[in-house]
């Protein structure tokens, strides 16, 4: 984080203290003390992979037969997305 390493310049290198940073900043005098106190910047980790969901599970056989009903009706019957039958 380029916030990370710009707040340790100021503290380490310039020799601001640390609540001239926090005021400078918006930050809390614990957070910066905790920026100052490890090496590396904050990273997140994932605990568990993502649950990916696939919402058209149950509906995928319902959904194919009234595609083909549809196709077997004239075409002025059809479903189609624009009109209020849509489904």
């Not at 916030?3 to 001239?20: A, D, T």
């Not at 910047?41 to 990916?52: D, E, G, H, K, L």
């Amino acid at each position: 984080m380029e916030s990370v390493s710009k707040i340790r310049v100021w503290v380490l290198n310039e020799g601001r203290s640390i609540r001239s940073v926090a005021r400078a900043t918006g930050l809390s005098r614990n957070t910066i003390k905790k920026y100052l106190k490890d090496a590396r910047p904050p990273s997140y980790q994932r605990q568990a992979p993502p649950v990916r969901y696939n919402l058209c599970d149950g509906f995928d056989l319902r959904l194919q037969e009234l595609f083909d009903q549809d196709m077997k009706r004239p075409r002025r019957e059809r479903r189609t997305a624009d009109g209020p039958e849509a489904l």
